[in-house]
Each structure stands twice: as C-alpha cells, then as structure tokens.
C-alpha cells in the first residue's frame, strides 16, 4: 500500500502545533506495519539550515492558478527511513511565519495544486493520498475536478483528518476563479459552498472517500451544534464515512528513561522521577521543597485551551493552596499577559516562560506531579499523552480525545490515569485540583496511579492500524 501524506508542518522539520507531531510521527508507525508512505510538505524559511542542506532537488514544474504560472520545485531527504517532499516557490513560502498572512487562500491552492503536478513528473502514483486539515482540504476536490479524466491519477483514493474543525479555511468565492480555476459547478450545499464564501474543510468533507478525526469521542462532538462550528450539518450528513482514531505518541522519542533533556532518567519510579522536581525548581527560581505538589502547563496559550477557567480562580487557588505552577507556551497576547502578571503577583508560587523551548518542555513533564489542561474542545490533544509518558496526571475537562485517554481516579478502585470535571466551569476544575492534590498527600494513593499512567497505551500502533484498515477500504 503507498501512502503520500499531504501536511502543512511536519516535525522535526517546521511545527506549529499538534499537527506536526502528528505528521513526524505516524508515516514511521505505518511504515513499520508494512505500508510505504511519502510525505509532502511546503518549503518554508523556518526549517532550519541543518534539513535544507540535505535536500536535493528532484525536478521543477508550472502550476496554474488563475492567470498565474507559479514555479515549484520538489525536493526531497529521507528522514528515519521517510521520504519527504518540500515544495519550493520562495514568494508563498519564504516568510517569516507558517501561516497569517493576506494570501493564505492563494498560497494553499497553489500547495494543493502542485502535488497532482509533482505527480506527473514522479514515478511513484499512491494508492491513497492523506491529507490533513484545511491547508490541504482542496485535495479530493481537484481529484473530482481538474485531474478526473487523467488516467494517472484513475484509482487514487483520499483520507482526510480533521485535527481541528476550527480553523477550515474560509474565503470568498471570487477564488473560485481568480485562483481556483473553477467555475460554479462546486458552489453548492454539497460541494465547497458555506454561507456564500468557499470552505477548503467542507469540500474535504465532501470529496474525500473517509473522512476521520483524532479521537472517537471528537468524531461525535462535532456532529453537535456546540462543537461543530457550522459544519455539523455536513458531518452529520457525511457520518457513514467518518471514524475517530485516536492519535499517539513517539514512545522511544519520548522517554523519561532516555531523554537528554531531563536530569535524573527515570522508568516508572517515582522516587527517581521526582528529583527533577528540585532541579527545576532551582532553574525557575522557585523554593526548592520536594513536597510542594508541581503542576505543569504546557500550550499554546489560545481559548480552545481553556485558560478563561484558569483566569477565573486562580487567585482563590494559589492564594489558599501550597502549590506551584508552571506554565510554559505562546500564543494570544491577552494569556500571555496574564500569566506574566500571576508570576509577579505571586513569585514563589507561578512561573510563565513565555516562548516555546522543546528541552524545558521535557523538564516540566518529567518534573511536575499534575498537568493541567482544561481545554474548551480538544481533538485529541498532546500534552496530556506525554504528560502520562512522564508520569505527571493529568486533570482535564472531559471533551474529545481527553475523554478517550484520561480516566479520573476512583479512590474506591483505585482505577484511573488521571483527573477529570465534566462541565466548562471554573469552580468544578477547581474542586478537582483540589481532589488530586489531596491524593497526592496519600502516598499509596498516589504510586497506585502512577502506576496505572505507566500503563496506558501511549503508542501509534493502535493508530496505524486503524488507518491501514481505512486505507484498505477504500482501495477496496
Ligand atoms: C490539533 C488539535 C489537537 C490534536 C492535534 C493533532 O492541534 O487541537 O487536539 O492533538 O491537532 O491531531
């Protein structure tokens, strides 16, 4: 089975988000169960020197969009066994960022309409092309339109995977023919219409043969008006060929047994594992106690992440409890200022490091006791799958793939990996803050669920497995 996976960011070469943890992971799980799998990505100015200078150009070709005539060169580097492809045109992707930018529509219809072009100068047609979110949502739609009559391209089957339905990729329909070179066709309930604009999501919802979602549980909140940001109507209408697979983690890449990053390696003691607590605490300049319970914040600093509940008690819970709370992430000015401002407010007992640094990544989980991640939704999330790998509970709000990997402790069964409150309400995360760190006073209580982080399943097998059945069927 050949597989071409179609990204916008792919790790370790450019990541913004959860995607590319994604992308730089999964194509080696599927690889490893016997499926061949490319990968094709946009070039762009942030990948370091280090990868650019192990690419070598495979060949250049004209891409259509509109009245232009965009160059785009293919070049690729194997990486872990992988083929990668970077499509090269420096005026779309020479900038300073992945994304946010006036001709993000122009840019991605160019990115989408060059892997059919890549394709007619490759050797290698696969059996399915992957392709996840909307930067990549026109795929399926040209596969029925432009390149339907091209024998090349005859028996390609598409997947599509929503890693987040928030962000879909709306614009106006003037690039319906000022880019896109189609005509009104398309533009209807059940092609890449919404609301009078154009929606690249929507026409992957449409025109992929499957369609799938990073957790099971995501998979139906989305065919609900409160998660479905205005496409539930159409996921509802597509469910027949929509699946949750829930996604996993690099297990080798992250290990607290192994990891550079971390001062004391660890397997599933706890013991050993909290000596990285003293060691950060000295780093950040907190008061250096082992006792004093650690909770994690690793995030992209945006609403989804349900920081509005932090915001809301925060004063109740660090003024009463003796706690320390560490927070690392970028994002929207407004979290970013607020969680400066709880640091200088409360010294000893808050530390923000506004920037995103891999290795401090690592030290937060490998130190804290809790990780804390209320997310508004959450596909599937990543942080509280490597908080588990490094033994650090997680207490979420029960949504998405939180629900499919956190179970909260029960006192009486001792069963559960983590913590969990049902309702997006400030009060509820608080009680139960305050319900895991009064478990963490009881020792036993505690290595009893360390022990039962130790043993969720983390892994991408599951995960490609799953996907090899999807592909499967659709080949047929
Ligand atoms: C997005 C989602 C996140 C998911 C990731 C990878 O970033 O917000 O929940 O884990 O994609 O699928």
């Not at 495979?58 to 690729?76: D, F, K, M, P």
């Not at 983690?249 to 599933?268: K, L």
């Not at 003796?322 to 000015?333: C, F, P, R």
Request: glycine fraction near 6%; proline fraction near 3%; hydrophobic fraction near 40%.
């Amino acid at each position: 089975m050949k597989i071409l996976m179609v990204g916008s960011e792919c790790s370790p070469f450019v990541k913004s988000g959860g995607l590319a943890d994604v992308l730089g992971s999964l194509p080696q799980a599927l690889s490893k169960q016997g499926a061949e799998v490319r990968v094709v990505l946009p070039k762009y100015q942030e990948m370091s020197d280090e990868w650019k200078e192990q690419l070598t150009l495979l060949g250049a070709y004209r891409v259509r969009l509109g009245w232009r005539n965009q160059y785009a060169g293919i070049e690729t580097l194997t990486c872990n066994g992988i083929t990668f492809y970077f499509i090269d045109n420096e005026y779309y992707f020479k900038r300073s960022n992945l994304y946010g930018f006036g001709d993000e529509a122009e840019r991605f219809v160019f990115f989408n309409r060059s892997i059919f072009e890549m394709l007619k100068i490759m050797d290698w047609i696969p059996d399915v092309i992957h392709c996840h979110d909307w930067q990549t949502g026109l795929i399926p739609l040209y596969l029925h339109t432009h390149y339907q009559n091209d024998p090349l391209f005859h028996k390609i089957k598409t997947v599509f995977t929503i890693h987040n339905l928030k962000y879909q990729g709306i614009f106006p329909a003037s690039i319906l023919h000022e880019l896109m070179d189609l005509d009104h066709q398309v533009m209807h309930e059940d092609g890449i219409e919404f609301y009078g604009n154009v929606n690249f999501m929507k026409a992957a919802l449409n025109y992929a043969d499957k369609v799938t979602t990073v957790s099971k549980t995501y998979a139906k909140e989305i065919q609900t008006s409160y998660y479905g940001e205005n496409l539930d109507g159409v996921l509802r209408k597509r469910s027949e060929k929509l699946t949750g697979v829930i996604n996993g983690i690099d297990i080798s890449a992250y290990d607290p047994a192994t990891d550079n990053a971390i001062p004391f390696p660890y397997e599933s003691c706890f013991n050993e594992k909290i000596k990285n607590k003293s060691m950060l605490q000295k780093e950040l300049g907190l008061p250096i106690d082992e006792s004093i319970p650690m909770v994690g914040i690793v995030s992209r600093l945006v609403e989804q992440k349900g920081f509005d509940l932090i915001a809301r008690v925060i004063d109740e819970w660090v003024e009463q409890d003796n706690v320390q709370l560490v927070v690392l992430g970028t994002g929207d000015y407004s979290y970013e200022s607020l969680f400066r401002s709880l640091q200088i407010r409360y010294p000893t007992k808050v530390v923000a490091v506004i920037e995103f640094k891999e290795t401090l990544a690592r030290r937060i989980y490998a130190a804290s006791d809790l990780f804390l991640m209320p997310s508004r939704f959450e596909p599937c999330g990543i942080g509280q799958l490597l908080a588990l790998r490094y033994l650090s509970a997680p207490i979420v709000r029960e949504t998405g793939g939180l629900v499919d990997t956190v179970t909260s402790f029960n006192e009486q069964t001792e069963e559960g990996n983590g913590f969990s409150f049902k309702n997006y309400n400030a009060h509820d995360m608080l009680y139960t803050i305050r319900r895991a760190l009064a478990i963490y006073q009881n020792k036993n209580k505690w290595l009893k669920l360390v022990e039962n982080m130790a043993n969720s399943n983390l892994s991408w097998d599951y995960a490609a497995e799953t996907y090899l059945e999807i592909y499967q069927s659709t080949v047929g």
